[in-house]
Nanobody, 127 residues
Framework: EVQLVESGGGSVEAGGSLRLSCTISVEMSSFCMGWFRQAPGSEREGVAGIDSDGNTVYADSVKGRFTISLDNAKKTLYLQMNSLKPEDTAMYYC??????????????????????WGQGTQVTVSS
């Protein structure tokens, strides 16, 4: 069974940085993984994705500020978040599933394409 556990959330001031981690319980050879976020009253949206070929995708709102990466040896997915803004405040979730177009992560309702989810980690950015 695939289990995902996020960590690394917290509270920072605008302009600060955080690195989120997502530990995966199994080694996946062909996959698509992503980070999603959900603010109160909003739908869950894709932030960044990566596939087993190393392709990445980012939502326009985070391009140039966030970087997604994967350490296969540690079975850990990361999201480096720099220049954080108050509008980045949300619960952040990692998700995974079999290989599919990485663009699905940031597509409308892209969350529906992923069957494995972590429990989430809160990120709060104050102005």
């Amino acid at each position: 069974e695939v289990q995902l556990v996020e960590s690394g959330g917290g509270s920072v001031e605008a302009g600060g940085s955080l690195r989120l981690s997502c530990t995966i319980s199994v080694e996946m050879s062909s996959f698509c993984m992503g980070w999603f976020r959900q603010a109160p009253g909003s739908e869950r949206e894709g932030v960044a994705g990566i596939d087993s070929d190393g392709n990445t995708v980012y939502a326009d709102s985070v391009k140039g500020r966030f970087t997604i990466s994967l350490d296969n040896a540690k079975k850990t997915l990361y999201l480096q978040m720099n220049s954080l803004k108050p509008e980045d405040t949300a619960m952040y979730y990692c998700a995974a599933d079999g290989f599919r177009p990485v663009s699905m992560v940031v597509a409308v309702n892209g969350r529906n394409g992923f069957g494995y989810w972590g429990q989430g980690t809160q990120v709060t950015v104050s102005s």
